[in-house]
């Protein structure tokens, strides 16, 4: 608002401004004195400044509240005839220059609590940098030095004061175009990772400089990425010798190879003992044979029993320690002969149905009449008979009463005998409450597998198991072995055919056995390309399925 009041504070003339911000009608208060406008104004505050100002005859102005709380701006500027008065609210202004200056203090604390922070996260960086191992060294965009710990100041011969700062041309200006161009790549955000031997030329370069840049170092180059535009603002590289780590890794090979190797003659050597210890053995059983056809008193006949017995079970653990030692070796071979399966089970059937008598033991054969049990197949008969005589034994030995059933069927067959690659699914039916583990070779993700490490069979010597003689086809056959026998707990069952275990030391005084058979058991299955599934509970008897 303006107002002019002439020499004796009488109003003679305001803008209209001057109404809305005294609220008087101007047309009323012309030549009033300016006590109508601001009564007792000699007491105010505007009304001290203007006594103060105006008879000087100068222009001033001053900041007050007024009559209606805010803040405005008075100015007096002197006229020939008295003196005009100019009045500004400046109250929001105030308020905003107030609201400026609060938040720039905010700004600055919190800039303030930033710094504070990036410092100490710079000091931990710096600290953990300087206790690494490797070397470590940063870059900037242009390519400055802006760390160097002290890994780089040893095997570099250079401190850090010497280097940080400066341009790695100029620490190192024999760079090569090799180097220029690595760090080309890595500044256009590219990591790399390198172990060449020629970042700087060999010549005029101080000794432990060429050695530092000609050992055996593996270097990382990282680019430091902006979050902000994704822009690369430097490099950090990391320096790791590797000629320890090589020299370990050399000596493990070394130490590994020399393990294999003493695993390979082990094996070889039990392989040719057996044959060694079976000679004699077999001897000592034929002349015993003879001896006991000759004309002998009772007493004479039993200890000659008792003699051919314990060859027979010597020859028996041989021949285990043999196969064992040929699965080892990798040397398994399984025979391409020609055989009926319905002879095989006829023949093993035989044998154990005397045993199983002896210990009144009922044993049943349930063989399922199908022509493919007497037709010619081609196979490994021995093999095939050694597998059901080893676990028909273990249900001989671990069970005293009921029974012991083997059960023959055709499962199902390929129309080529390469199908027989394919895992076959044996479901076996038994109660829900008993334990069962799938030990077959197409399903060892068990740890407690017994295939030899980094030493499988060749696959040249894995012929499939059975096939017809025409080789039309491949011919599967399921056989399930149930007893009634002790049985075993789930964590027996996961070290079944591990070799040399049994399910416990009571077990191994109570009855006889080495631990082998099941192992080899298992190793023949795998080398027939066949599956194996065995189901048992602690005291109600063991299933076998094949």
Known sequence: SISLYDEKWHLVWANLRWEAFFR??????????????????????VGKFLLRVVP?????????????????????????????????????????????????????????????????????????????????????????ITVWNPVMERVSGLRADQVLGHNCFEIFPLLNGQAIEVFRRVLAGEMLITSTNCILPQHEQPSQLREFFTSNWERCYIPIVNDENESTSGMVIFFRDLTAQQRVNSQIISARDEA??????????????SHEFRTPLNAIIGFTDLLQNSILDEESQERFDIVKTSAQSLL?????????????????????????????????????????????????????????????????????????????????????CGSITLSATEFCFSLTPSSSQSQIDMTTSSSSSSTAIDLSSNNNNNNNNNNPPNNPPPSSVRPAGL????????????????????????????????????????????????????????????????????????????????
Not at 25 to 36: T, V, Y
Not at 521 to 538: A, L, N, P, Y
């Open 24 to 45: 008087f009608n101007r047309a009323e208060m012309i030549g009033r004195h300016f006590n109508a406008v601001v009564p007792n104004y000699q007491e105010t505050e």
């Open 56 to 144: 000087l005859r100068k222009m001033d102005s001053c900041v007050m509240k007024l009559s209606n709380r805010r803040w405005s701006r008075v100015s007096v500027f002197p006229t020939e005839r008295g003196h005009l008065i100019r009045t500004s609210d400046i109250t929001d202004k105030l308020l905003a220059d107030e609201e400026t200056r609060r938040r720039s203090i905010d700004m600055e604390n919190a800039v303030n609590q930033r710094t504070q922070l990036l410092m100490q996260e710079r000091k931990l960086l710096l600290w953990v940098v300087s206790k690494a191992r490797d070397g470590v060294t940063a870059l900037d965009q242009t390519l400055r």
């Open 260 to 273: 294999l190797r003493l695993v390979h003659a082990k094996s070889q050597f039990l392989a040719n003992m």
């Open 316 to 400: 028996s653990l041989v021949n285990q320690v043999l196969d064992y030692s040929k699965y080892e070796a990798g040397m398994m071979v399984l025979e391409n002969d020609e055989f009926k399966l319905g002879d095989v089970i006829l023949e093993t059937v035989k044998y154990f149905e005397l045993r199983a008598s002896m210990k009144n033991l009922k044993f049943q054969l349930d063989m399922e009449d199908n022509p493919i049990f007497q037709t010619p197949v081609i196979g490994d008969p021995g093999r095939l008979k050694q597998i059901l005589v080893n676990i028909l034994n273990n249900s001989l030995k671990f069970t005293q």
């Open 467 to 546: 096939s017809l003689v025409d080789g039309s086809r491949t011919v599967v056959v399921r056989l399930d072995i149930a007893d009634t026998g002790i049985g075993m707990s789930e964590a027996t069952l996961r070290n079944l055919y591990r070799p040399f275990t049994q399910a416990d030391s009571s077990t191994t005084r109570n009855y006889e056995g080495t631990g082998l058979g099941l192992s080899i058991t298992k190793q023949i299955v795998d080398c027939m390309k066949g599956d194996i599934r065995v189901q048992s509970e602690e005291g109600l008897g063991t299933i076998s399925t094949l």
